[in-house]
């Protein structure tokens, strides 16, 4: 069974289910109230951590996996990497795309950072149903704010503090985090986005008077897979490496119940358009990339750019792609390459400019 999707036994006592958990309608979109409050949106407390694992990979370094419970039933896993001698006090904090487990692919961009010395922490999604974007992104937060002061049995990375990385729907709640960042006293030295989603909500009319369109527009993402896989065969040292990375990618995805379950309650999520209501509550000096790839279909590219076209240090980069070529290796290779210079330079104390003009390269390789 995959360690972010463990079912709690200890009993009714101890935590309510997400059956029957008093929650706020869904979904729940930020309002005006709380941002003129500067209040948090939401009464979160953790309720219990469980320490899954604790292991030293190597050639990465230390690995702790946590699952923690918050008191409104929703549970999410915390993997956190720690590499020897890390050349950062910054943390690398991302959360997974739509569909995907904190093992596999999201475990396999933790070691490309590990290997360029940075820390990271992978908070998961929410396996309780019914909760919206904003939720679990104030979620997450509370997540790594409790994780600063505790981490492997003591602080292991700056407090407060952080480099956000998503992509798809973790960079959709890396938007709704931004806003709730001052909130937390957390200052994100920079936000790199890929391939985000939905700023509007599906219009599924439309959607079904394209089926064809939409049917081929799905074959066509599927395909761009087995290049992938044919791919990390030519960039392993061995046959044999090959297929150990490949294994761990292939724990991205599970065919269980549960986890299709919990796919459906967080497409619905992603789909009511709630993400672009966050896009206003961005703080006016973040300094953000976002990455988007000009055949996908759903990422509503332009209207992310007008709508964040105000902030100073916003960059905007359209490649040619689909949107599963965020998951290409060598894309994720200059990704980590990207999070690291991001942390490397925050520590040198560059100017936000600078920063942004640093960060503002493609993913792809140009002509």
Not at 46 to 51: L, N, Q, S, T
Not at 92 to 99: E, I, K, Q, T, Y
Not at 208 to 218: D, E, K, M, N, S
Request: proline share 5%; with cysteine; hydrophobic share 40%.
């Amino acid at each position: 069974m995959s360690s972010d999707h463990i079912v709690d036994h200890r009993g009714e006592d101890s935590w309510q289910s997400a059956e029957t958990a008093t929650i706020l309608a869904f979904p729940r979109l930020p309002s005006e109230e709380y941002v003129a409050r500067k209040s948090l949106p939401f009464e979160l407390m953790i309720d219990d951590w469980r320490v899954l694992s604790e292991v030293r990979v190597p050639e990465v370094g230390r690995v702790k996996t946590t699952l923690v419970h918050f008191e409104d039933s929703s549970q999410v896993v915390l993997r956190k990497t720690i590499p020897d001698k890390p050349q950062s006090g910054i943390s690398a904090d991302f959360v997974p795309p739509l569909g995907t487990h904190v093992n596999g692919l999201n475990t396999y961009i933790a070691r490309l950072l590990a290997r360029r010395k940075l820390r990271s922490r992978i908070v998961g999604t929410n396996q309780a149903h019914g909760f919206s974007l904003l939720h679990d992104a104030q979620m997450t937060l509370e997540v790594l704010r409790s994780d600063d002061a505790d981490g492997l049995g003591g602080q292991t990375c700056d407090a407060d503090r952080s480099v956000l990385f998503g992509y798809s729907m973790g960079e959709m709640k890396n938007l709704g985090m931004l806003g709730l960042a001052p909130l937390f006293s957390r200052e994100v030295v920079a936000a790199i986005g890929v391939d985000a989603a939905f700023a509007e909500k599906i219009n599924y009319r439309d959607l079904l008077a394209h089926i064809p369109q939409v049917a081929g527009y799905v074959v066509r993402e599927a395909l761009e897979i087995p290049p992938m896989v044919k791919q990390e065969f030519n960039r392993s040292r061995s046959a044999m490496d090959a297929f150990r990375q490949l294994k761990l990618i292939g724990s991205t995805i599970s065919p269980s119940p549960r986890y299709l379950s919990n796919l459906g309650d967080k497409w619905k999520v992603i789909t009511t358009g709630e993400t672009g209501t966050f896009l206003q509550h961005i703080p006016p000096e973040t300094v953000m990339v976002l990455h988007f790839f000009d055949k996908s279909r759903f990422n509503d590219r332009a209207q992310y750019q007008a709508r964040l076209s105000h902030l100073e240090f916003a960059r905007f980069i359209t490649e040619d792609g689909r949107h599963i070529t965020g998951a290409r290796p060598e894309v994720l290779e200059v990704v980590a390459n990207k999070v690291a210079l991001a942390a490397r330079l925050a520590d040198e104390g560059v100017s936000k400019s600078d920063l942004a003009e640093a960060l503002n390269t493609t993913l792809l390789k140009t002509a």
